[in-house]
């Protein structure tokens, strides 16, 4: 390889990870803005096989599974956000994969808000009481984004999506006391937690079912040692 050529590769392997890097900052501002929905279609691959899982829930594959699990009902007094740090990307042509460490918010007003679910399912998510036995949700999270990318049509997007939550708690809490609390709970987090507004036909899964076991998933407990990357 010449030295021109070389810095070519360069230049191209720079500009392939700052267009990755912008577009999961976009994919954290979306979920923050509480517009999950555009999600799909704007940042993820047209591909059959495009895939999202979170934390001990399976994937979510195909263009609809991935619509219902990004379209969330917002509620006045619910707020995420995700800010996105050691960004780790390699790239080769038209195929990238990136990782990133997250440091998140997730807050439900619950019974403190101005909208109240009578889904008890839906409220074992709500993880904090006040005194008088009002329950909400005001947790912190620690999380790792693992994802693959293609290049489309000029531009990258997302294929696969591995969201692991690595650590949770109250705010109002410490993780090290509520990890034994998280362990027997944390399987209802996701197939409970969201409804979607698309319909589904006779013999699909329900929207908020995903479509097989978790691939993978570790969160912090007393006895248990982080994974190696």
């Known amino acids: 390889m010449t030295e021109l050529e070389q810095l070519k590769s360069q230049l191209a392997a720079l500009t392939a990870r700052a267009e990755i890097e912008a577009l999961m900052a976009r994919f954290a501002r979306l979920l923050s803005r509480g517009q999950g929905e555009r999600i799909p279609a704007e940042l993820f691959s047209a591909r059959d096989d495009a895939s999202v ?72 998510l709500l993880t904090s009481r006040t005194a008088d036995g009002a329950r909400y949700r005001a947790e912190w999270t620690v999380q790792r984004l693992q994802a693959e990318f293609s290049r489309e049509d000029g531009a990258w997007r997302i294929v696969h999506l591995r969201i692991l939550d690595y650590l949770r708690s109250p705010m109002t809490s410490d993780p090290v006391a509520f990890s034994r609390t998280r362990w027997q709970t944390d399987g209802i987090r996701l197939d409970a937690a969201f409804t979607s507004n698309r319909p589904f036909a006779e013999g699909e899964l329900p929207e908020n079912l995903a479509m097989g076991p978790t691939t993978y998933h570790w969160q912090y407990r007393p006895d248990a040692m982080p994974p190696e990357v």
């Open 53 to 124: 899982e979170f934390g001990a829930s399976g994937p979510y594959i195909g263009r609809k599974k991935l619509a219902t699990y990004f379209e969330k009902d917002a509620l006045p007094g619910r707020f995420s956000m995700l800010l996105l740090t050691n960004p780790s990307v390699e790239a080769d042509g038209e195929r990238a994969h990136g990782m990133w460490d997250a440091l998140g918010l997730d807050l439900d007003a619950g019974d403190l808000g101005s909208v109240v679910s009578g889904d008890e399912t839906v409220r074992a």
